[in-house]
């Protein structure tokens, strides 16, 4: 979708910690010039500060044992800090980026050697390689960085050949590679400039760690012996009852510091698409419709449903004013592009949302219960019993890790109330319904060893275990072949024929509906544009982009090579605030009026079209 | 084993591809292919998923290591991969993820002239290049040369990599799943640009699909795949009107409408497709085929020529006379 980027923004806290790294880096350029007091002074000779003098306007971060001015000292261990982490960084970066790179790049006997040398790295302690190494060498700050950068190398070399081994399976270097790019061309060219995101944000996090365990190692005495914040943080910690500040000071700078870092690489990490798991739900329902419900509760009964989602690239009216019933026994079929709406009236009518924040208006009801506005324990009593649901994809609907027998008898035990015994009866039974042959075997497997039909047979099993009065079928069948498919909806068709179930069935192929479903909905922006009994929607159909959809598909009787009819353009993003109607610009009917105002809902018996201008019986279809 | 009029462009030569399957054993993903492709044509490659399709595909432009046979560009073996890649070029399934997600639509359509040289992509400079092949896709330089992959729908996405592609003048496309990803109403707008720049370009192509309609609409010939063999190879209204190969018939038959005429595939074929670690002896469709018997079971089917350009690798193929009920139903 053009612009479904703009939500990677780098976020405000990450703003904040990139000012305060700004700050410091300021201030130990301008330490020289700054009117600041030698920070070795010691203020008892020369009563400028005195012996662990509070912070105040003299001593604006207070005095230490000899009355060195703290502000000083914190200013002068800015450098030792910075420098370490950097020169550290960089070393690290560079060289784990060019091992990682290398190693998931050229694969093979270097790739085996490098994640030998990651294993041990990583488990090398790093404290015993700083004391020896300070007994040897002594403790300058060249020591402290071979030993650190030493360190780092390999989470560096890590990371990066995790992503280096993502990155060259993705399509776009295979297609370099079909382009006959060179090994070079493809290490700058493709997958540098994918690297580098993900690589700035770990150093960041990298730098963080780096400032700690410095003061770690100070606080050990096992530090350079210039003047750092771990020594500051060490002197001070013998005050700490009397003189708190004397270390909670330089303590709290040092946190900034890191924070700043952490909140900088996060930021980055962000923006590379890092996506963070959505936790609140915050649901907004509007005023119930005017319009009371009819005397026999129908299995599903939607009027006038509006669904917005409010996302960061502004409100995307996902459902506009949607209104469907549908009898017992009855099979409606959505059908639509992807982005039409279809998928999220399925979802509206369960409240299960992509995006933390819905505003839901209208009405829906599911065996006479309003699952909008209800006790949250009948709704939730109803679409866990009355409703089924089986989606597109089956491996991400099961859950891994777990038995099929597990999955299928949860459902029973919590819902339905049978004791475990009798739900593995009715699993056993249920199998075979969906014609699983030797279910005793197949409720011991886990999802992985079942086949995607056989997947989806189970979900199918799932979604029947509570004998639902309806059942919602997101494109039960689009990740099947053909001949799987024939078969799943052969299945679908004969269950939901002996249960009498009512059945939304949701697709983006017009002729499977033609197969499965007395009823179609025809769906383009949020809207259904068109609905009528199957065949009468083939024979007559009357909606433009029903006529152009149909129009678009390949005629099996013209010879090939015929040109297809097109429909220009592509599917829009409907917002709320549309006019007229949201097919105008790629309709070739289009008037002004299209344009500008909304397209009543024409009835004609059992069909309903939201057109202007419908096309007439005696026009080509 | 297709015998195309035209002196073929390509030559696949039985072709046999595995992977790593773990434990030290290996899955065949294509097991002894043959074909050949004419300049000029069109050649549709459908089977279901895993039967080997994008496998071949791939192994034609050596993006993965044949085990055996090979693969003749214009009657010589070309030894330098590179070369071939120059003259052969690839479109992928999902085209928003094979694009560079960092780089500019103007410099991925330039991506094969810094590779090859301007010279490579006919008269001009670079930019005016990159500006005949955008507007040759359909796609209006000044709007989309300075946007990235991800402000781009797939459909434009699409256009994109057929620019890149055809930027270096390549002789042949070949073609993997290239709308299978793509709305119903852009799929159209697609199909018709391919032959657009056929026509335009001079293309030979490979068509690899699952969907028979579109396969049957782009298709000058058909070839059929199941589990790493191919099945049945003939011109497409041949193909389409006499198909003899019993998996054929079911693979038409599961074409949702019935447009081809075939009674419904539960009566043709049952149950699933074997894993092909441990592939069916003798003809491998015969775990699911109504016609097999004792001696698919022994014996694999060589291909036999049953028409005009029509061969069928099958031991008892269907009469072309009970395959249609003539579209009445
Ligand atoms: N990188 C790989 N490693 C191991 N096995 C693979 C790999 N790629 C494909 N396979 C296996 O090879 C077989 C053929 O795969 P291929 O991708 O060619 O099928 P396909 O017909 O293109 O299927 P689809 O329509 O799903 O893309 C399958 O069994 C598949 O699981
Ligand atoms: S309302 Fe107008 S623009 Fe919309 S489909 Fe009908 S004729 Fe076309
Ligand atoms: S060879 Fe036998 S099993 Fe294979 S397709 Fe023909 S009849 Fe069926
Ligand atoms: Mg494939």
Redesign the pocket.
């Known amino acids: 979708m053009p612009g479904s980027d703009r939500s990677r923004r780098f976020p405000w806290l990450a703003w904040a910690g990139a000012a305060w790294i700004a700050l410091l880096v300021i201030t130990a350029l301008l330490a020289p010039v700054l009117p600041l007091r030698d920070p070795s002074a010691k203020g008892i000779r020369t009563g400028e500060v005195g012996r662990f003098e509070s912070p105040g306007w003299n001593a604006w971060f207070g005095g230490a044992r000899q009355g060195e001015d703290q502000l000083a000292r914190v200013v002068a261990g800015i450098r030792p800090a910075l420098v370490l982490g950097l020169v550290v960084t960089l070393l690290g970066a560079l060289l784990g980026g060019v091992l990682g790179v290398a190693a998931g790049y050229l694969r093979g006997r270097l790739d085996r050697l490098a994640v030998g040398f990651i294993d041990a790295a990583l488990a090398f302690p790093v404290l015993v390689l700083v004391i020896a190494a300070r007994a040897a060498f002594g403790a300058s700050l060249v020591v402290i960085i071979a030993i650190f950068t030493a360190a780092s190398i390999a989470p560096y070399a890590r990371l990066v050949r995790g992503a280096t081994l993502t990155l060259a399976e993705r399509d776009f270097v295979v297609a370099a590679r079909a382009m006959g790019a060179t090994r070079r061309r493809i290490l700058w060219r493709e997958l540098a400039p994918n690297l580098a995101l993900p690589l700035f944000s770990f150093a960041c996090l990298g730098f963080a760690v780096v400032i700690l365990t410095e003061g770690g190692l100070s606080f050990l005495g096992l530090s350079v012996h210039e003047l750092t914040w771990g020594q500051l943080i060490a002197e001070g910690a013998g005050e700490i009852r009397h003189h708190p500040h004397v270390a909670l000071i330089p303590a709290t700078v040092m946190f900034l510091t890191v924070m700043a870092f952490n909140l900088v690489g996060d930021g980055l990490g962000q923006l590379g698409g890092r996506r963070r798991p959505v936790t609140v739900q915050r649901q907004r329902t509007g005023p119930p419709s005017p319009d009371a419900p009819g005397p026999l509760p129908a299995p599903l009964s939607i009027r006038n449903l509006s669904t917005v989602l409010h996302t960061a690239t502004g409100d995307v009216m996902a459902v506009d004013d949607v209104s469907l019933e549908v009898a017992a026994a009855e099979v409606v079929g959505l059908v639509g592009e992807s982005g039409s709406g279809k998928t999220m009236i399925l979802r509206s009518i369960v409240g299960a949302f992509p995006v933390a924040d819905v505003s839901r208006n209208g009405s829906v009801e599911v065996d006479g219960v309003d699952v909008l506005r209800g006790r949250a324990e009948d709704v939730q009593r109803t679409l866990g019993t009355a409703v089924g649901m089986i989606s597109q994809n089956p491996l991400t609907a099961l859950n891994p890790v777990r038995r099929i027998e597990h999955q299928l008898t949860e459902p029973m035990t919590v819902h339905g109330g049978l004791t475990r015994a009798a739900a593995r009866r009715r699993a056993l039974e249920l199998l075979d319904q969906v014609g699983l042959t030797d279910g005793a075997r197949r409720l011991r497997s886990y999802p992985h060893e079942l086949s995607g039909g056989m997947r989806q047979r189970v979900t199918i099993a799932v979604a029947l275990a509570n004998h639902p009065s309806l059942l919602l079928a997101d494109e039960p069948t689009t990740a099947l072949?053909v001949t799987i498919q024939e078969q799943i909806v052969t299945l679908l068709a004969r269950l939901q024929d002996e249960r009498t179930m009512a059945m939304v069935f949701v697709t983006h192929d017009l002729a499977l509906l033609g197969e499965i479903a007395d009823t179609i909905c025809v769906v383009y922006g949020g809207q259904i544009v068109e609905r009528a009994p199957a065949a009468e929607l083939f024979r007559h159909p009357r909606h433009r982009y029903t006529v152009a959809l149909l129009a678009s598909r390949p005629d099996p009787a013209a010879p090939s090579h015929t040109p297809l009819a097109v429909i220009p353009g592509h599917p829009p993003v409907p917002r709320p605030d549309d006019r007229g109607c949201r097919f105008a610009p790629r309709c070739p009917a289009a008037t002004a009026q299209c344009r500008e105002e909304r397209p009543p809902e024409v009835v004609d018996g059992t069909h309903h079209v939201r057109c202007w201008h419908p096309r007439g019986d005696d026009e080509p279809a | 084993m297709s015998r195309p009029e035209s002196p073929p462009l390509i030559e696949v030569e039985d072709l046999v591809v595995s992977?790593?399957?773990g434990r030290a054993r290996r899955?065949q993903?294509?097991s002894g292919v043959s074909l050949a492709i004419a300049s000029g044509e069109t050649l549709g490659l459908v089977?279901?998923?895993?039967?080997?399709?994008?496998?071949?595909?791939?192994a034609i432009l050596r993006l993965?290591r044949a085990e055996h046979g090979r693969v003749l560009l214009a009657g010589d073996d070309p030894l330098d991969e590179r070369r071939l890649r120059r003259r052969v070029q690839m479109i992928f399934?999902d085209p928003v993820s094979s694009l560079n997600p960092a780089r500019r639509v103007a410099d991925i359509v330039a991506e094969g002239l810094e590779i090859w040289g301007t010279d490579a992509g006919g008269s001009g400079g670079r930019s005016e290049i990159v500006e005949r092949v955008l507007h040759a896709v359909g796609l209006d330089p000044e709007t989309f040369g300075a946007r990235r992959p991800h402000e781009l729908s797939g459909g434009q996405a699409q256009r994109v990599c057929l620019a890149r592609a055809l930027a270096i003048r390549p002789e042949m496309l070949v073609l993997?799943?290239p709308v299978?990803a793509l709305d119903v109403s852009v799929q159209a707008q697609i199909l018709n640009l391919l032959e657009r720049l056929k026509a335009e370009f001079g293309l030979t192509m490979l068509f690899?699909s699952?969907d028979l309609s579109v396969v049957r609409a782009i298709s000058d010939r058909v070839l059929v795949?199941y589990l790493?063999r191919v099945c049945e190879v003939a011109p497409v209204d041949e193909l389409f009107r006499r198909a003899r190969h019993p998996y054929t018939r079911a693979l038409m038959a599961s074409v949702p409408g019935k447009p081809f005429g075939v009674p419904p595939a539960s009566r043709l074929i049952e149950g699933e497709p074997p894993?092909?670690?441990d592939p069916p002896s003798g003809c491998r469709f015969r775990t699911r085929c109504p016609r097999a018997d004792q001696r698919c079971a022994d014996v694999a089917p060589d291909a036999i020529a049953v028409g005009e350009g029509h061969l069928v690798a099958c031991h008892h193929p269907v009469d072309p006379e009970e395959s249609h009920d003539d579209r009445a139903r």
């Open positions: 072949d | 992977y790593p399957a899955v993903a294509v089977g279901e998923s895993g039967c080997g399709k994008s496998t071949l595909a791939r993965v399934q993997d799943e299978s690899v699952h795949m790493g894993s092909p670690i």
